[in-house]
């Protein structure tokens, strides 16, 4: 088999991987049944992931690490904080509409337990999200150091203010970021 028809096998049990893990979860999905939805065999799992949890490895890195690129772009402390925590939440709201399923899948797999396969694969991710974050929040703070000492909790809660806003029936329009941003800058300058 050609390095192209490698990669295209590849690939395909990536895509099956995820959809079913989205989908199912991991622990209720099966080799067998990633292999049949890919049309792959076993043997072509084993060699290129060696196991189930190679193969979710190698998906919580697809899916997530560009997440984690794009955040880091986005996640300029300028001194313009209304506008910087506009242009979070707009690069949330663009991962989001481009890439729904990983957005949820990340954050959904992060309330499995901790003991989870999902969690321990996904858990790197949020620590790297959580500092990129968190050193916005620092940065920030240069230019209003009423939020210093803060910078955690700001982390901690804006994907979450964030989050309610996308699964809301809010149309994503100026009047509603503006909204956002009004209410998520309430908490950081009162």
Not at 107 to 123: C, I, M, N, R, V
Request: net charge negative; glycine share 8%; hydrophobic share 35%.
């Amino acid at each position: 088999m050609s390095n192209e028809d490698q990669n295209l096998v590849r690939d395909q049990l990536l895509k099956t991987a995820f959809g079913l893990f989205y989908r199912k979860g991991y622990d209720d999905t099966g080799i067998q049944e990633i292999c049949e939805g890919s049309g792959v065999t076993k043997p072509s799992l084993y060699y290129h992931f060696g196991n189930k949890e190679g193969l979710l490895m190698e998906v919580a890195k697809l899916s997530c690490e560009p997440f984690i690129a794009g955040l880091k772009q986005a996640a300029k402390a300028t001194g313009d904080t209304p506008q910087d925590i506009r242009n979070i939440f707009l690069w949330y709201c663009d991962f989001s509409a481009n890439h729904p399923r990983e957005l949820s899948w990340f954050f959904s797999g992060l309330l499995s337990p901790k003991e989870s396969d999902t969690y321990k694969a996904l858990f790197p991710y949020a620590q790297t999200h959580r500092q990129i974050l968190t050193q916005f929040f620092s940065e920030t703070s240069l230019y209003h150091g009423n939020i210093r000492g803060k910078e955690l909790y700001l982390a901690l809660s804006l994907p979450g203010v964030i989050h309610g806003y996308l699964t809301s029936d809010l149309p994503m329009n100026d009047q509603v970021i503006t909204q956002f941003v009004q209410h998520f800058l309430h908490g950081i300058f009162s």
